[in-house]
Nanobody
Framework: QVQLVESGGDLVQPGGSLRLSCAAS????????IGWFRQAPGKEREGVSC????????YYADSVKGRFTISRDSATNTVYLEMSSLKPEDTGVYYC???????????????????WGQGTQVTVSS
């Protein structure tokens, strides 16, 4: 059974940094896409970043390019989202998810993802 468990969410001041983790288990596939999404109150869930395990390619939403970095530790099957220069508009619940087909990694659309974690809250506020 596929399980995705996020952690690392917190309250942080504007300009600060945070690292989110997503521990993945239960996979039998070698190649898939793993993505990070976020959802602010009253807004739709949006794609933030994704990584293709087949070749390590990474993709980012324009709003986070240059500030966020996605990476993966294949030994532990953990995916990280390093976030820096955080802004109040980065506030939301952050989810990791897996797309088992990984055919169209961009744009990063929630509808193409098959498995989801429970989310972790990130709040950027002074």
């Amino acid at each position: 059974q596929v399980q995705l468990v996020e952690s690392g969410g917190d309250l942080v001041q504007p300009g600060g940094s945070l690292r989110l983790s997503c521990a993945a288990s239960g996979f039998i596939l070698d190649y898939y896409a793993i993505g990070w999404f976020r959802q602010a109150p009253g807004k739709e869930r949006e794609g933030v970043s994704c990584l293709l395990t087949a070749n390590g390619a990474t993709y980012y939403a324009d709003s986070v390019k240059g500030r966020f970095t996605i990476s993966r530790d294949s030994a532990t099957n953990t995916v990280y989202l390093e976030m820096s220069s955080l802004k109040p508009e980065d506030t939301g619940v952050y989810y990791c998810a897996v797309d088992i087909l990984a055919l169209n990694p961009t744009p990063i659309r929630p509808s193409t993802y098959d498995y989801w974690g429970q989310g972790t809250q990130v709040t950027v506020s002074s």
